[in-house]
């Protein structure tokens, strides 16, 4: 509702970065990616998109697995969707099915009798980047480890970020003894060594999203904490906030009325460098062997093979290639936002 | 594996020997049956050449040359010991009591008590000879706190009970209670008392780099600290037309230079500055190792070769106080819902091989009928329908509330592919493994503290196959045991206790067959794989017998081992030249199956 007050004012800088072309488009394609992941199981997976079988029509992707007794297959665990088209094109009926542009999930493993793992990229196979070192195909692990990545990632914004603006808020407007002990602990903590927790967590119980999610907040919600608090008491000792207290408004008006708004850009320009230090960070604990238990799809984990593999040169290069384009989109996309809501250029309000 | 068996039983019979002071006065008993042996196969080859140095490499530098007291336990231990020959040894092949320092050997009627005759011929590297005095002094050697040894000082004390001089060249070796492998702990080394003399409180620090007269083929010649360590052979030994020692030890000079990174250990090899490169790792042998240019060019062999040990019971460890795997069924379900086949074949290359049975390469006390059970979905079908469970929406068996969800717990994480493997493949049998990777001392104790569902490990090996620990009841439902799978079975116990009362190997192989058998029937061990060989890469003009290896080698290079291996002069010229030259040779890879178990 704040917001809305300020549209004319925020159209304004969206029409500021928009104009940064790099930016833009850095946006658009990371839209781009969102949404690939998102829908990944409509073109990455090893069900069906459709099936039609003696006259029913199936939907496989989402949902229940279908045994493979429901197509005539002499077995009642998941239906092998490649077999069956396979099996399907040899009986010449009516019966078709069309499977995803990557007939592959992230966790099977192609194994063949006379070759080993890693495959190399081969169009034959659709295995467009090839697989890795045990048989998975690498733009499944790629695909899907993007949305474990980003998944993690938006979860630690938004906790960190309600977490450094509340009290990055109150240590600003309170100011005092409650600035005071915060701003010691804030130091106390920062000191402990994020990375010695997070191993001897993962040795103890084996971590998943909720608990990396956790301990990552317990120690990233300072740095925030600090801008917040700096642009509080800026903006504290403002005209207007005066102004305001004269005319009787109480504290949490003065706060999400007049002080919040008037710090937003600062908290928007953070967004996009935070995306990244989440996914560099989920990233380097995979690699790293602290992070989400296997088999998770992990860019970490693809890193680690590749480094180990070398002579597996797809491996490596196409999980270096993802991360530099996700990397180098957030940064541009940063840059933007961090220009266009430059408070220098709208520094009208008195 | 079986190397490292081997050298524990060494070190357990080196170190059981000593009791107190015996009196001159002890009556050797009459009607001893004094045995030897002279008629075992040989394993060497009467044509090996003596002479050349071979170079090997030590991954740190060890902190000091004693081989008791802090710091000693480093692998060098195992060099320095390996030059101290012990009363009799193992035949490597046959497993049969062989003579060393002794030459005839005799077993008390009380079954605690071995009678030993020392060989008059034997010698320390100094000269003296070796005397029953020498025994009695490591009893009293390995019980003094001087050593700073706790561990030493307790085993000598609980395990050995005495040694009874006869003469300067007769003895008796009493241990502290019967054993059917009585040989196993009264087999000690002796101990120079002229070098140590008293021991006082300055042990550790006076002989941190003292080199202790020994009675093996070498002793150590050169140290630089930090950098490497020379042995030479003795020209002399006392022992060396001995005829199990003929044809070993043959090399002039083993040096020991520290190379403390795996990578660099390649390349070292590959520059030929090292004689050989352990290449089992299947990264090695089917990638890194696979064709380099010294192979290409016949400079170098591989050698695969085929051991027969006593393999590690690795594999799944079913916790039987989950509710999960009360029923019978669902064990044996699971079991056949573990896709071996696929993981030894499609992911490990075949280099591995299925293991059937708890003890495998146990001798006699294997059961050979006892055969792992296969991957079939239609047998998982079966039984868990018999126990009335019914497949889920997505494929995986529930009852009532229960789910076939198993967490396996494991800390390797070089094991994860495998595991991942199985996981997949488990999943079409209506089995869902969630993997739960801790660090090795964290999945330890999960597992000794019995919350485990699946563990997925291997155990150590002995001599003779051990149930007591692993099966028996009294272990079982409680924190730090071995009892991991929580067997509690009346007829278990019986046959274990059975089994661990008698002295007869006959009643304990019998036994042995059907403890197995039980295992099998109880299903809460699922046997996995076994390695069950060596790969080498070496330089072509190293020569060994025709069969280079024993049942038992941990390699082909064992240079205070079996050390079967030889230079040949001829073909390192003709090598060398050749590599200047250009010249190539054939590459060649040897792959010996001799004891490869059928």
């Known amino acids: ?350 | 594996m079986i190397s490292k068996i081997f050298a524990r039983f060494w070190l357990i019979i080196t170190l059981f020997c000593f009791g107190t002071l015996g009196h001159a006065t002890d009556k050797l008993p009459e009607n001893l049956q004094w045995q030897t042996n002279d008629t075992a196969p040989i394993f060497a080859s009467p044509d090996a050449k003596k002479g050349g140095t071979y170079r090997t490499y030590l991954s740190a530098f060890p902190l000091t040359l004693r081989t008791v007291g802090p710091d000693s336990n480093s692998s060098f231990r195992g060099a320095i010991n390996g030059n101290q020959l012990s009363l009799i040894s193992l035949h490597p092949n046959t497993e049969e009591l062989i003579p060393e320092l002794a030459t005839h050997w005799a077993f008390g009627e009380d079954k605690k008590t071995m009678y030993f005759k020392l060989d008059k011929r034997a010698r320390w590297s100094d000269g003296k000879p070796v005397t029953a005095n020498d025994f009695l002094y490591t009893l009293e050697f390995m019980r003094s706190q001087h050593i700073v040894a706790p561990w030493y000082n307790n085993y000598y004390t609980e395990k050995l009970d005495k040694v009874v001089k006869y003469d300067d060249h007769t003895l008796a070796i009493v241990a502290t209670k019967a054993d059917p492998d009585l040989f196993l702990i009264v087999n000690i080394t002796p101990t120079p008392r002229h070098f140590y003399g008293e021991l006082n409180k300055d042990f550790v620090k006076r002989y941190n780099w003292s080199i202790v007269p020994n009675t093996g083929p070498y002793q150590i010649d050169k140290i630089k600290k930090g950098k490497s360590i020379t042995f030479k052979r003795k020209k002399k030994w006392w022992a060396k037309d001995l005829k199990y020692f003929q044809g070993r030890f043959n090399v002039d000079r083993v040096i020991y230079t520290v190379i403390r990174d795996q990578t660099t250990v390649f390349e070292y090899f590959k520059k030929k500055r090292l004689d050989d490169f352990i290449v089992t790792f299947p990264n090695y042998w089917h990638e890194k190792a696979k064709s380099i240019e010294i192979y290409d060019k016949g400079y170098i062999k591989k050698h695969w070769f085929y051991t027969d040990s006593r393999e590690s019971p690795a594999g799944f460890w079913l916790n039987l106080d989950k509710d999960l795997f009360k029923d019978p069924n669902v064990r044996y379900a699971f079991a056949h819902a573990i896709h071996m086949d696929k993981l030894l074949n499609g992911l490990l290359r075949g280099d591995y091989s299925r293991l059937e049975n708890h003890n495998t390469g146990y001798g006699e006390y294997t059961n050979p009928n006892i055969r792992a059970r296969r991957f079939d979905i239609k047998k998982v079908e079966e039984l868990m329908t018999a126990s009335r469970w019914k497949r889920g929406t997505d494929g995986i068996w529930e009852k009532g509330n229960l789910r076939y969800s198993v967490k396996v717990t494991y800390s390797f994480d070089g094991h994860t592919p495998r595991l991942v493997l199985l996981k997949e493949e488990a999943k079409k049998a209506g089995v869902d493994l969630q993997l739960q990777r801790l660090d090795g001392s964290a999945a330890f104790k999960l597992i000794l503290e019995k919350k485990h569902d699946a563990a997925w490990m291997g155990w150590s090996t002995s001599f003779r196959p051990r149930y007591w620990q692993s099966y028996h009841s009294d272990n079982a439902h409680k924190a730090q045991t071995n009892n991991i799978t929580n067997t509690d079975d009346p007829a278990m116990d019986k046959m274990i206790r059975a089994y661990r009362d008698s002295i007869d190997p006959q009643v304990r192989i019998r036994l042995a067959h059907q403890i197995q058998e039980k295992i099998q029937e109880i299903g809460a061990f699922v046997p996995t794989y076994k390695v069950g060989y060596f790969r080498t890469a070496y330089w072509r003009w190293w020569q060994f017998p025709k069969v280079a290896a024993t049942k038992n080698s941990g390699g082909l290079f064992e240079p205070f081992g079996t050390s079967l291996f030889w230079l040949d002069p001829a073909i390192k010229k003709e090598t060398e030249q050749a590599m200047k030259t250009g010249k190539h040779f054939k590459p060649e890879t040897i792959i010996d199956t001799t004891f490869k178990p059928k």
């Open chain 1, 1 to 350: 509702m704040t917001t809305m007050k300020l549209a004319p004012l925020t159209l304004k800088k969206i029409k500021r970065f928009r104009s940064i072309k790099r930016g833009y488009y850095s946006l658009l394609i990371f839209c781009f990616m969102l949404l690939i992941t998102i829908f990944a199981e409509l073109w990455i997976n090893n069900r069906a998109l459709l099936v039609y079988y003696e006259g029913h029509v199936y939907f496989p992707t989402y949902g229940a697995m279908t045994p493979g007794n429901t197509f005539g297959l002499e077995y009642d665990y998941e239906t092998n969707y490649r077999d069956l088209q396979k099996k399907i094109e040899l009986e010449e009926g009516n019966n078709f099915l069309v499977m995803p542009l990557v007939p592959y999930n992230a966790f099977e493993m192609d194994l063949r009798d006379t070759e080993f793992p890693p495959f190399s990229p081969s169009w034959k196979d659709k295995h467009y980047l090839g697989t890795d070192a045990i048989g998975r195909d690498m733009v499944a692990r790629l695909v899907y480890g993007f949305r474990v990545c980003i998944t993690f990632s938006l979860f630690l914004l938004v906790i960190t970020f309600a977490i450094g603006i509340a009290l990055g808020c109150l240590m600003g407007y309170w100011g005092g003894k409650f600035d005071l002990f915060f701003q010691r602990l804030i130091e106390i903590w920062s000191s402990i060594p994020f990375l010695y927790i997070i191993m001897i967590i993962a040795s103890i119980v084996v971590p998943n999203l909720t608990i990396l999610v956790l301990v990552s907040v317990l120690f990233g919600w300072m740095g925030l904490t600090w801008y917040m608090r700096t642009a509080t008491y800026k903006e504290k000792a403002r005209d207007y906030v005066m102004a305001a207290k004269a005319l009787g408004a109480s504290n949490n008006r003065i706060i999400f009325y007049h002080i919040l708004p008037n710090t937003i850009s600062l908290i928007v320009t953070f967004v996009p460098f935070s995306v990244a230090g989440g996914i560099s960070g989920l990233t380097a604990l995979d690699y790293l062997g602290f992070g989400l238990p296997p088999p998770t799809p992990s860019w970490g984990e693809l890193l680690q093979q590749g480094t180990t593999n070398l002579q597996a040169i797809w491996i490596i290069s196409s999980t270096v290639t993802a991360l530099v384009v996700v990397m180098v989109s957030i940064t541009f996309i940063g840059e933007a936002v961090r220009e266009g809501f430059d408070p220098k250029l709208h520094s009208t309000f008195e």
